[in-house]
């Protein structure tokens, strides 16, 4: 199985960007119970979880992004997405998903840059 983020890009602080994640070569079966995050990773800044989703659909926030952004999951595409509203200059970094429960190699990420 293999992670592909994409949606990343420059954007100006209060716009928007939706971010999508693939788990490539997974089934079904074994995607769908897994719980799945989003995490950031700002330079020269460890790697930070900012917003998960069970299998169930509860979802949990980083008090950093609480409110704007918001986590998504479509079992049949196997797919998880990061809606991201008004983005501030410090949500600039790479973002990454990987399942929770059982943590997969960590794709190439995509990157999101906040800048006027």
């Known amino acids: 199985v293999r992670l592909v983020e994409s949606g990343g890009g420059l954007v100006q602080p209060g716009g928007s960007l939706r971010l999508s994640c693939r788990a490539s070569g997974s089934i079904f079966s074994v995607f769908a119970p897994q719980d799945w995050g989003w995490y950031s990773q700002a330079p020269g800044k460890q790697r930070e979880l900012v917003a998960s989703i069970t299998d169930s659909r509860s979802t949990y926030y980083a008090d950093s992004v609480n409110g704007r952004f918001t986590i998504s999951r479509d079992n049949s595409r196997k797919m998880v997405y990061l809606q991201m509203n008004s983005l501030k200059p410090e949500d600039t970094a790479v973002y990454y998903c990987?399942?929770?429960?059982?943590?997969?190699?960590w794709g190439q990420g995509t990157q999101v840059n906040v800048s006027s």
């Open positions: 990987n399942s929770l429960n059982d943590p997969l190699r």
